[in-house]
């Protein structure tokens, strides 16, 4: 009965933990590190208000490592809007956050196999 007793006080203990961090990994998902600051990242026209649209929900790393055409940055816009309840943009000030994404964050190639030989 012991063993029992021992096995399911581990599980909660377990449990509890799990959740203890998985609290806190949510959190620091949502809350950007102090160290990110709009300084940090390329200077162009609209940098601080697409930096604290954007960092309001997560880090602006995961933003600035994407690297996407103008098209998809709007989707993804849209998506975080429709899917995550970011505010809405639409016109001058979405216009202006693509403008900057795109052009501070362009679409990178994606590498991909290459043939040795035929280089």
């Not at 102090?34 to 990242?41: G, I």
Request: include cysteine; aromatic fraction near 10%.
């Amino acid at each position: 009965m012991q063993n029992v007793f021992d096995l399911a006080l581990r599980w909660a203990s377990i449990a509890a933990l799990s959740a203890v961090l998985l609290t806190g990994a949510a959190t620091a998902q949502i809350e950007p590190a102090a160290e990110d600051k709009p300084e940090n990242y390329p200077d162009a026209p609209h940098r601080e208000s697409t930096f604290y649209f954007c960092s309001a929900c997560h880090g602006f790393k995961l933003v600035a490592q994407q690297g996407l055409n103008a098209s998809r940055w709007n989707e993804i816009i849209d998506t975080m809007e429709q899917k995550h309840g970011a505010a809405e943009t639409r016109g001058e000030e979405r216009d202006a956050m693509v403008e900057y994404l795109s052009t501070a964050f362009p679409q990178k190639q994606k590498p991909g196999w290459r043939n040795p030989f035929q280089e």
